[in-house]
């Protein structure tokens, strides 16, 4: 490549473009950064203060805690509660809440995605705004709604699927029974939980899916397909992530989900992985029925139970709002 | 160039040959009866009963009969488009189900409960077990006012800031910030009330109020808030901004007076939907709050009731009269939020009309 | 409003490129009778009317541009013609179009045959980017439950029409996003045929590409036209001059587009009927 010759000298010197703001200016930026950072700054406080308060529990029980499935107190004659003694593992309720909020994401996930792949593609209009604002709406129901509901008029529907359930396929492990009691197991408390991650699931569901780029649409449609193969062509590939994504959000939800399971699971402090059994926990719903009459070692106990839940849905959130970032942003 | 008078052409009706015709209506009408019928035999002839039954076989019917009936009429693409339609709709159909199924029961359940005492009383004189026209949730009204109102004065100036941090400073931190929100937004409720516990009953008050339970709940409510105010802030266009910037204003002056207002009722129905989100928190104020039974306008010493700890209470008593009181409280929670959420439609619907 | 038939080379001032186009494939071009036929279209979004009342005939193995400036309704009208109008939240229309003598908005017509038989290649390059490029030139196939003997010769056949065959031969399993923007829209192309149609319409094909690859889908269409009826929409009036046998000018003064001359291109570059169309194709505005 020539250069031309009057250039081959000296190129001028840069200019330095200031930008610098005024006195004003900086204080509103340090006041919006400070207000910005008040999330990392409760994450971190919540983190901190709840191991402060679980450390000692913690510490005496190092890693059974996550691995230990007893809940013991053990006190001595004056009342005070003797840590070495105790028995303080999580291991059973830990399970419990996998095992509900896995049967709720089971189950909601076919029903949400149809049902946001119906609002997307199939609705006429005002369906969509009615069917979109109801979903919006149970969206919002307070969970011990869902509490209430799920214990006096879902849970005799949930105990019959449940006993069909096992009539049909009892010979699968996991709907084993031997006795005849359907009640208040994590079956039914999956259930309840998810009525309460449809509409989360569907409405991410459906944003996803209206995303889908139009150009795509329109070339499967020119190509003589039919609806269902245009949404197997062109949707699902597009969208499969973001549904993965806001499944998790939904998981997240449901694991961390407190009255609504409260109400309609039996907490037995044992592993079950039998989903019929009427023996379940859950973590938020466990710290609940024990505070009330915990005394201060078996509280410094449920807090760090309560870290442990955090930092689980943490995690699981973390995932989820990543993957649904990355597909909302991959646009065309 | 001459102007044509254009010729007066018959006017010519707009038609829509796409949608269905009366035909294919009717074939689908017939479809669907066909199916029903064909759901009695089975169910009456076989050993199949009960509701799941019928929605079983009607479900599996309808979707043969449409399958078969398109499959003769245009083929195996079609048919197999039919199945998916039929699915889609019974997606909508299950999802429609619990909430009907909840509206219908917090209305049946909760009617009984609803006497006017319920506004005017609280339960200092009574159990949750005492006839339903003596005592009232008004100690609940106004705690929960109380308590959302404090959660409201904290998180609505986090929130905002958040989200003008996340919209106009555009920092090094806008990304992780953006994360760490919406990982925020996750943070499971009870979660909440073991942290204002551990850092604040604890250590300094030793006794929970009506106080600790706004700050539980604030917890809850800046996520929600910022969420929504940074979508509203996007939405205000960019040569707003660059309008404000030209005449000379500092970013300070065009944020609070040109961007802020302009977005100000998006702002307002993020405010509504974080009201609305917190109003029915119970785990962390069962921790936090105390659940007092008597109207407590104090929110700094003594235990406060709420809408949530009121239902609760009702509900774990669990006589018929605590029961029924329980639902009616929930009903009238439950229209609170209703009618927020309405406001926060209207609001946003003036906002996409300008 | 009858399309002449005859061509006649006139070398006038302002169609010399039509003109030279038109004698060059004088011998390719066999007119063999209508195609597809549009009569009295009219299309509605809402209550607005933004077509009025369009009737074209278009001739087998012919390419027919309509030309007009933006907002005349040019691929409103074309999207009437393979049905995909009707995607428009509020759309309407009337009028009929013909192919093959059946009006293809009768009722009881299956919608996706008639999107066989007319294929259609947008304004911007849409591959299906979770495709290889062997499966995005099979995908009408697969989207339409179509059973073909040999995939492998369809595919070498549809990639060779399309112009494309030699320059993706060796790597069919590599995704339709690594190609270039003028060879995405190739292979666009070759998608549409793949389903054997009568009739491709084509949304200004050319507007989001470059000059050379401008060229090479016009070589293309003029290798595609002796054997099916292609329809283009098109901005740029050299190319219309190139590529068409026929022209269509739509034109909308505010109200709905109409259609105000249609010909033999070489006749609408060079001798004009209308002095709106003239005035058009000197360049005097648009």
Redesign the interface.
């Known amino acids: 490549m020539t250069i031309a010759p009057n250039r081959s000298t000296s190129l001028p010197a840069r200019r330095e473009l200031s930008n610098k703001?005024?006195l004003?200016?900086r204080?509103?930026?340090g006041?919006?950064?400070?207000?910005?950072?008040?999330?990392?700054v409760?994450?971190g406080?919540?983190f901190i203060?709840?191991a402060?308060?679980g450390y000692q529990v913690l510490k005496s029980e190092g890693f059974g805690f996550i691995t230990g499935s007893n809940w013991l107190v053990v006190q001595d004659n004056a009342g005070i509660t003797d840590l070495a003694a105790s028995e303080f593992g999580i291991a059973a309720m830990l399970v419990g809440t996998l095992l509900c909020a896995t049967i709720a994401v089971i189950i909601a996930i076919?029903?949400?995605?149809?049902?946001a792949?119906?609002?997307t593609?199939?609705?006429p209009?005002v369906i969509k705004r009615i069917?979109v604002?109801?979903?919006?709406?149970?969206a919002?129901?307070?969970?011990?709604?869902?509490?209430?509901?799920g214990f006096?008029?879902?849970m005799p529907h949930a105990e019959?699927?449940a006993r069909?359930l096992h009539k049909y396929f009892g010979w699968l492990p996991f709907f084993k029974m031997d006795v005849d009691i359907f009640e208040r197991s994590p079956f039914v408390a999956g259930v309840v939980l998810a009525?309460m991650i449809?509409?989360i699931i569907?409405s991410i569901s459906r944003e996803i899916f209206s995303q889908t780029?139009l150009?795509?649409i329109?070339?499967?449609?020119?190509?003589?397909?039919?609806?269902?193969?245009?949404?197997k062509?062109?949707v699902i590939?597009?969208g499969r992530s973001g549904v993965v994504g806001g499944a998790m959000?939904g998981l997240?939800?449901a694991?961390?989900?407190?009255?609504a399971v409260y109400?309609v699971l039996n907490l037995v402090y044992q592993i079950n992985w039998q989903v019929l059994i009427g023996a379940g926990g859950n973590m938020?719903s466990m710290?609940?029925l024990k505070?009330g009459e915990a005394g201060p070692t078996e509280i410094q106990a449920?807090?760090a139970a309560?870290l442990a839940?955090?930092i689980l849905?943490?995690i699981?959130?973390?995932i989820?709002?990543?993957i649904v970032?990355k597909t909302g942003s991959k646009g065309r | 160039m001459t102007a044509k008078i254009p010729e007066v052409k018959a006017k010519v009706k707009p038609t829509k040959p796409w949608a269905p015709t009366t035909r294919e209506r009717a074939v689908d009408i017939g479809a669907i009866l066909l199916a029903i019928l064909g759901t009695f035999i089975a169910v009456g002839l076989s050993e199949l009963k009960g509701k799941l039954a019928y929605a079983g076989v009607f479900l599996l019917l309808i979707i043969s009969i449409n399958f078969i009936q398109n499959y003769l009429r245009s083929g195996i693409a079609a048919a197999k488009d039919s199945i998916a339609s039929t699915f889609a709709v019974a997606g909508v159909l299950v999802t429609l189900l619990p909430i009907v199924s909840i509206l219908y029961a917090i209305f049946e359940r909760g009617k009984t409960g609803l006497k006017f005492n319920l506004f005017t009383s609280d339960m200092k004189l009574n159990g949750p077990n005492d006839p339903l026209n003596q005592g009232g949730l008004l100690h609940a009204l106004v705690g929960s006012g109380i308590m959302v109102t404090i959660a409201l004065l904290i998180s609505l100036p986090i929130g905002i800031l958040t989200a003008i941090y996340l919209t106009e400073i555009k920092g090094l931190l806008t990304r992780p910030i953006k994360f760490l929100v919406q990982s925020m937004s996750g943070v499971p409720s009870i979660v909440a009330g073991l942290f204002i516990l551990s850092a604040i009953v604890f250590p300094i008050t030793k006794t929970p109020s009506g106080l600790m339970g706004g700050f539980a709940l604030a917890i809850l409510m800046i996520p929600t808030i910022a969420r929504t105010s940074e979508e509203v802030l996007l939405l205000i266009p960019e040569d707003l901004r660059e309008a404000g910037v030209a005449l000379g204003g500092t970013q300070w002056r065009t944020i609070s007076q040109i961007v802020v207002p302009a977005a100000k009722s998006g702002l307002i129905t993020a405010v509504i939907l974080g009201v609305a989100r917190v109003a029915g928190e119970t785990a962390p104020l069962v921790l936090v709050s105390g659940g007092g039974d008597a109207v407590n306008l104090n929110p700094a010493a003594g235990p406060m009731g709420s809408f949530p700890f009121y239902i609760w209470k009702s509900f774990t008593f669990g006589t018929p009269e605590s029961i029924a009181r329980a639902w009616a409280g929930i009903f009238i929670l439950l229209l609170l939020i209703f009618a927020l959420f309405i406001t926060a439609r209207l609001l946003g619907g003036d906002r996409n009309k300008k | 409003m009858t399309n002449s038939t005859e061509k006649e080379t006139t070398p006038s001032s302002l169609s010399s490129v039509a003109a030279a186009a038109a004698s060059k494939k004088k011998q390719s071009t066999g007119a063999q009778g209508v195609g597809l036929e549009a009569r009295g279209i009219h299309a509605w979004f809402g209550d607005k009317l933004v077509l009025e009342d369009i009737s074209l005939d278009f001739w087998s193995g012919t390419v027919t541009a309509l030309i007009g400036p933006s907002g005349c309704g040019k691929s409103t009208f074309i999207r009437t013609l393979n049905r995909m109008h009707e995607f428009i939240p509020g759309a309407a229309m009337a009028g009929e179009v013909l192919l093959n003598g059946r009006d293809v908005y009768e009722s009881g017509t299956d919608v996706t045959k008639i999107r066989l038989k007319v294929g259609m290649v947008f304004q911007k390059p849409n591959p299906f980017p979770s495709m290889t490029i062997a499966d995005n030139v099979l995908a009408g196939l697969k989207l339409a439950q179509l059973k073909v003997p040999n995939k492998d010769d369809l595919l070498e056949e549809c990639l060779l029409r399309a112009g494309l065959w030699s320059e993706v031969k060796d790597r069919l399993s590599a995704y339709g996003g690594s190609l270039s923007g003028g060879q995405q829209q190739r292979l666009c192309i070759a998608r549409s045929l793949a389903v054997r149609p009568e009739i491709l319409l084509m949304d200004e094909p050319c507007s989001a590409l470059d000059p050379g690859s401008t060229l090479r889908i016009e070589e293309t269409i003029s290798e595609l036209s002796s054997s099916m009826t292609i329809i283009i929409v098109t901005h740029n009036m050299q190319q219309a001059a190139r590529v068409s046998d026929y022209t269509g000018f739509f034109l909308s003064d505010g109200g709905p587009g109409q259609l105000v001359e249609v010909g033999a291109t070489s006749d609408i570059f060079s001798r004009p009927k209308d002095i709106r169309t003239e005035n058009y194709v000197t360049g005097r505005f648009g």
Do not use: H, K
């Open positions: 703001p005024r004003s200016d204080v509103f930026r006041v919006a950064t400070g207000g910005g950072l008040s999330s990392l409760i994450l406080l919540i203060f709840l402060n308060q076919p029903i949400s995605v149809l049902c792949l119906y609002l593609f199939y609705a209009e069917m604002a109801l979903i919006d709406l149970m919002a129901f307070p969970s011990i709604l869902f509490g209430m509901w006096f008029v879902l019959y699927w069909l009525t449809i509409p569907t780029p150009d795509r329109q070339a499967a449609y020119a190509l003589g397909s039919t609806r269902w193969a245009m949404i062509a062109v590939p597009y959000l997240g939800r694991m961390g989900e407190t009255v109400t938020a710290i609940l505070f449920l807090m309560g839940l955090f849905t943490l699981v959130n973390s989820a709002n990543i970032s």
